[in-house]
């Protein structure tokens, strides 16, 4: 889990590749549930909510 005091400090370069990672993982969690079954759910809430951070962060105004 990502806090968002963590996501605040990182460069923009590094949130908008974070984004696409967890992107792409989230893809693959629920790929993964709908095919084999998988009863881990919350992984995939777990990382909507990093990505909604990481997003948020991205998006607020930086005070210089």
């Given at each position: 889990m990502i806090k968002y005091s963590e996501a605040a400090k990182m460069s923009e370069k590094d949130l908008v590749t974070k984004v696409a990672a967890l992107k792409t993982e989230l893809f693959n969690a629920k790929f993964a549930r709908h095919t084999s079954g998988a009863t881990?759910?919350?992984?995939a809430r777990t990382i909507r909510k990093d990505i909604a951070r990481l997003l948020t962060a991205k998006n607020a105004p930086k005070n210089k």
């Amino acid at each position: 889990m990502i806090k968002y005091s963590e996501a605040a400090k990182m460069s923009e370069k590094d949130l908008v590749t974070k984004v696409a990672a967890l992107k792409t993982e989230l893809f693959n969690a629920k790929f993964a549930r709908h095919t084999s079954g998988a009863t881990a759910t919350q992984n995939a809430r777990t990382i909507r909510k990093d990505i909604a951070r990481l997003l948020t962060a991205k998006n607020a105004p930086k005070n210089k």
